[in-house]
């Protein structure tokens, strides 16, 4: 068997994962023998939404990874604004507000109406407002 190296080029690999086994064992909270429990592990595999689902959560989940986009839902859960109000409030510029709106549009997060000449934005419906209101119960939660 070719032994092969680890990103630093001192250990084999089967030496580089008991190292890595160690590691997760000394800080991690595991089981301390194997048993694989088959009723739960059937139970969640029957549940377990399929690929394209969980690849379509993770993408709406990395849209609210940006600071400013979270800024922006807020104003959008208290009010439906324009780009000129969401440009002050933020103190940011019309085109960087542009460029955020165009990617939680993008999500479904947000929807716009048009009155005249200006284009109002608003939370897309109450699932959003539910996964804020959420997200922030959950950040001011003690441990």
């Not at 301390?32 to 394209?52: A, C, R, W, Y």
């Not at 986009?69 to 103190?91: G, M, S, T």
């Not at 990617?103 to 539910?130: C, N, Q």
Request: glycine share 4%; with cysteine.
């Amino acid at each position: 068997m070719m032994e092969s190296l680890n990103p630093k080029g001192q250990e084999s690999v089967s030496s580089w994962n008991d190292t890595v086994r160690r590691a997760f064992s000394e800080n991690m909270e595991t089981c301390g023998f194997l048993h694989v429990h088959m009723d739960k592990v059937d139970h969640v595999m029957e549940t377990l939404p399929d690929e394209s689902t969980l690849n379509q959560l993770s993408d709406l989940f990395r849209v609210f990874g940006d600071g400013t986009r979270i800024r922006i839902l807020y104003v959008l859960f208290e009010d439906e604004v324009c780009v000129c109000d969401l440009a002050k409030i933020l103190n940011m510029t019309q085109s960087a507000v542009s460029h955020q709106l165009r990617i939680l549009k993008s999500a479904r997060l947000i929807r716009s109406r048009r009155d005249g000449k200006t284009v109002f934005y608003s939370l897309a419906d109450d699932h959003v407002r539910t996964l804020l209101k959420q997200g922030t119960e959950h950040v001011h939660e003690e441990s």
